[in-house]
């Protein structure tokens, strides 16, 4: 799937076929067409979805989304709006919305749209405007998150051990039956990290997130490879709410707070990796000397809000977490969100990073392991 700028007449073949049948190519155009910024979905070369988006100064409205017959229902539609979702936030634009039909006012309420107003009638058709909220500060304001992370190498859900990739073991060659199952049981976010794309050093894995993020509502975050403005991009063309960015941060300082400009803070998950207070890079292959302190210090000063941390001597052992490691950085900087990751290992660590003020756990091996069974996730979310 590659999601891309098209001409407005590129779009016509298919809002016409899909939504007006039997109408001339000249009858589908809509009076502003000029104005819009208009969108095409690729599989394989041949174009399957087609939306036009058109900003206005506080929010953005997306017209004549239409999918080709066959491939409706493989998750195009919904990856094409979570690019114009990430369009909107980096415009600063507050809200989202189109005239629905009524036959797709379910599709639309499963991505988080909300009905407003009244149906009304237009060409003989029935529809009601759905409006989608792009402010993530709910989100963020939520007291605690529960976050299973998935890691991908080969295609495959794995775990390593200390971030050792001799030390891998493989839980399921299909993540997204993995995420599916996360789904089923209320979780919302999902912490997906590229670890071929860690090592090689550029995003390898976009399909897996380009699946999840299609056919599932999970808010999902991406993280391993991204190095270049290019990466960043595939990622969220891919359908990642926000991109978790680690190495980068450490050695590219100036190209990283480029990043959390152009496109919010709130798209962007800070991810500091550490090994005796230590700042960690490269898939944890490469110790520095920057301390965790001053590294975090550095970054919310340029605007970053969104922060996990991994203490690598605590990460796969399920030997619990460094829970006063994460204290000393929230009583530091209480003004960020939060995220412990790393050695969580029942449900009790849980419960102990939320009483320290954590905004939320990324779990891995416990539940793979069966130490947190998923049932058992329910409680906190």
Known sequence: M???????????????????PGLSLNDVKVENDADGLHFGVFEEGELVTVVSLFLGRESAQFRKLATRPGCQGKGYGKA???HLAAICRQEKLSRLWCNARDTAVSFYEKLGYRQQGDYFIKQGIRFIKMDLSLDMSAMNAKRFEIIPAIDIIGGKCVRLTQGDYNQQKVYNEHPLEVAKAFEAV????????????????????????????GKTGLVTDFGGGI???????????????LATIGSVAVKSPELFFSWVKTYGADKIFLGADVKD??????????????????????????GVTNVFCTDIAKDGLLQGPSTELYQKI????????????????????????????????IIGKAI??????????????
């Open 277 to 302: 207070e230590k700042i960690a890079v490269a898939g944890w292959q490469e110790t520095t000397s920057l301390s965790i302190f001053d590294f975090l210090e550095s970054n919310i000063a340029q």
């Open 330 to 361: 929230i009583a530091r900087f209480s003004q960020i969100h939060f995220i412990a990751s790393g050695g969580v290992t029942t449900v009790g660590d849980i419960e102990a990073l939320q009483e320290i003020g954590c905004s939320g756990a």
């Open 80 to 82: 094409i709006l979570a």
């Open 227 to 241: 190095k270049t403005d290019k990466d960043l991009e595939i990622v969220f063309e891919s359908g990642a709410a």
């Open 186 to 213: 209320g979780v919302r976010r999902l912490h997906l990290v590229d670890l071929d794309g860690a090592k090689k050093g550029a995003v390898v894995n976009w399909k897996v997130l380009e699946d999840i993020a």
């Open 2 to 20: 590659n999601i891309r700028r098209i001409n407005v007449e590129d779009t016509l073949p298919l809002r016409r076929d899909v939504l007006y």
């Open 368 to 381: 793979y392991e069966g130490n947190i069974p998923v049932e058992a996730l329910k409680s906190f979310l």
